[in-house]
C-alpha cells in the first residue's frame, strides 16, 4: 500500500521490491492514482502489469513477469 506516500516514495518502493520477486508470482500495489511514469521502467526491466480502476483515488496494479 502506497497511497499515503510522498512522490517519488511508492515508484522508488515498487521499483526496490521488483528484484525480489519470484518469477510466478504477482505485485499487488495499492494506488491513489495510475502511476503512468512507473511504466516504462517496468517495461525495460521486462514486467508486464494490469490496472483495476476502483474510484479516482484508489488503483490497484498487479505487476508481474
Known amino acids: 500500500d502506497v ?3 510522498a512522490m ?3 515508484m522508488a518502493m515498487i521499483l ?3 528484484p ?4 510466478d508470482h504477482v505485485l499487488f500495489v495499492h494506488h491513489k492514482k495510475i502511476p503512468k511514469f512507473l511504466f516504462p ?3 525495460e526491466r521486462g514486467y ?3 490496472i483495476q480502476i ?3 483515488d ?3 496494479l498487479f505487476i508481474f513477469k
Open 3 to 5: 497511497r499515503l506516500l
Open 58 to 60: 484508489d488503483v490497484k
Open 54 to 56: 476502483i474510484s479516482e
Open 48 to 50: 508486464q502489469w494490469r
Open 20 to 23: 525480489t520477486l519470484p518469477d
Open 8 to 10: 517519488p516514495l511508492p
Open 41 to 43: 521502467e517496468l517495461a
Open 16 to 18: 526496490n521490491e521488483l
